[in-house]
């Protein structure tokens, strides 16, 4: 995310500097409080003016990655002591609460910033965050960057096809085959979008078993607002193919966006067909026969299938 040179990075962003603590520093900025801070998710321009201005302003910044954080706050030209950055992460982040308390109460301001992004969504800060409210200590949301949002905001999801409204956030699925499986049958039955999130290790996995979707539309978001920002819908069965015929389709982080599952016929031959052979037979074995007799693809038939079985 950020280049070597961060020197030269620290130039460029002297005059956002400059114009955060014009636009920012007249607003109130308690002591004592925690700042959740949202950072980029890929381009450093990402970030807010209110974003800069408290991370200078902080007496401490705990983080997912000191490290990490430590050349993003160089890039723009902010200086921490190794002393004012806290390892808070998802192996030790429910100890490290105390820590953070213990500045709070001192009445310093501790601002927290995960990798990229927003915190305490995917990222680490969740139970830092509660551990706060938890002694009714404020926190105060800095919002910004979100992959989540991100690619939603691309996905060219309509009013008239979110049937059942808003959006489901899953996340990462597990990486066990059986547990990722369910959960994807799981989505199946869900007619609302889904966001999804994937490591590029993972992603040949994920899209095989997204795979047995068929024809529901998937948004997939690559290296999302970098240099080599990819984004393209398809139906969920082409998911493996595409992967597949580009190496570089498989690198980067991913950002995929389940499209809302297609409003069912409330009547009709397909869907009277169906659900006799439902009443009477398996859901796999409902289907094939429907298709044979229907002439429906299969794909589409399984999810109708599955709707009507939660119906």
Same mark, same amino acid.
């Given at each position: 995310?950020?280049?070597?040179?961060?020197?030269?990075?620290?130039?460029?962003?002297?005059?956002?500097?400059?114009?955060?603590?014009?636009?920012?520093?007249?607003?109130?900025?308690?002591? !004592?409080?925690?700042?959740?801070?949202? +950072?980029?998710? $890929?381009?450093?321009?990402?970030?807010?003016?209110?974003?800069?201005?408290?991370?200078?302003?902080?007496?401490?910044?705990?983080?997912?990655?000191?490290?990490? +954080?430590?050349?993003? #706050?160089?890039?723009?030209?902010?200086?921490?002591? +190794?002393? %004012?950055?806290?390892?808070?992460? %998802?192996?030790?982040?429910?100890?490290?609460?105390?820590?953070?308390?213990?500045?709070?109460?001192? $009445?310093?301001?501790?601002?927290?910033?995960?990798?990229? !992004?927003?915190?305490?969504?995917?990222?680490?800060?969740?139970? *830092?965050? /509660?551990?706060?409210?938890?002694?009714?200590?404020?926190?105060?949301?800095?919002?910004? /960057?979100?992959?989540?949002?991100?690619?939603?905001?691309?996905?060219?999801?309509?009013?008239?096809?979110?049937?059942?409204?808003?959006?489901?956030?899953?996340?990462?699925?597990?990486?066990?085959?059986?547990?990722?499986?369910?959960?994807?049958?799981?989505?199946?039955?869900?007619?609302?979008?889904?966001?999804? #999130?994937?490591?590029?290790?993972?992603?040949? =996995? #994920?899209?095989?078993?997204?795979?047995?979707?068929?024809?529901?539309? *998937?948004?997939? $978001?690559?290296?999302?607002?970098?240099?080599?920002?990819?984004?393209?819908?398809?139906?969920?069965?082409?998911?493996?193919?595409?992967?597949?015929?580009? =190496?570089?389709?498989?690198?980067?982080?991913?950002?995929?966006?389940?499209?809302?599952?297609?409003?069912?016929?409330?009547? $009709?031959?397909?869907?009277?067909?169906?659900? #006799?052979?439902?009443?009477?037979?398996?859901?796999?074995?409902?289907?094939?026969? =429907?298709?044979?007799?229907?002439?429906?693809?299969?794909?589409? *038939?399984?999810?109708?299938?599955?709707?009507?079985?939660?119906?």
């Amino acid at each position: 995310m950020v280049t070597p040179h961060t020197s030269n990075l620290a130039a460029t962003y002297a005059t956002a500097l400059s114009a955060a603590n014009q636009a920012a520093a007249g607003q109130n900025y308690p002591l !004592g409080a925690l700042y959740v801070v949202a +950072t980029p998710i $890929g381009n450093l321009a990402d970030i807010t003016l209110r974003a800069l201005h408290v991370l200078q302003l902080a007496d401490a910044i705990a983080c997912e990655d000191t490290r990490h +954080t430590q050349a993003l #706050l160089r890039a723009y030209g902010i200086d921490k002591t +190794t002393a %004012q950055l806290l390892a808070v992460h %998802q192996h030790n982040e429910a100890q490290a609460v105390e820590a953070v308390l213990r500045r709070l109460r001192q $009445g310093q301001r501790v601002a927290y910033v995960s990798d990229a !992004g927003t915190p305490a969504i995917s990222d680490p800060g969740a139970r *830092l965050v /509660a551990g706060v409210r938890q002694v009714s200590i404020k926190v105060v949301p800095l919002p910004g /960057a979100s992959s989540v949002t991100t690619a939603l905001s691309v996905a060219g999801i309509t009013p008239d096809a979110q049937q059942q409204g808003g959006f489901v956030f899953a996340g990462f699925l597990s990486s066990k085959t059986t547990e990722r499986d369910h959960a994807v049958q799981a989505l199946a039955r869900d007619p609302r979008a889904v966001v999804l #999130l994937e490591a590029p290790h993972r992603i040949e =996995a #994920l899209a095989l078993a997204l795979s047995v979707l068929g024809q529901r539309q *998937l948004t997939v $978001g690559r290296e999302l607002t970098k240099q080599f920002e990819d984004i393209t819908t398809l139906a969920a069965h082409e998911f493996p193919v595409w992967l597949a015929a580009d =190496a570089n389709h498989t690198r980067g982080e991913f950002v995929l966006v389940l499209h809302p599952a297609q409003a069912l016929a409330a009547s $009709g031959p397909d869907t009277r067909v169906l659900k #006799l052979l439902l009443a009477e037979l398996p859901l796999k074995s409902a289907v094939k026969l =429907a298709a044979e007799i229907t002439g429906e693809p299969r794909n589409a *038939l399984y999810e109708m299938a599955l709707a009507l079985k939660k119906g």
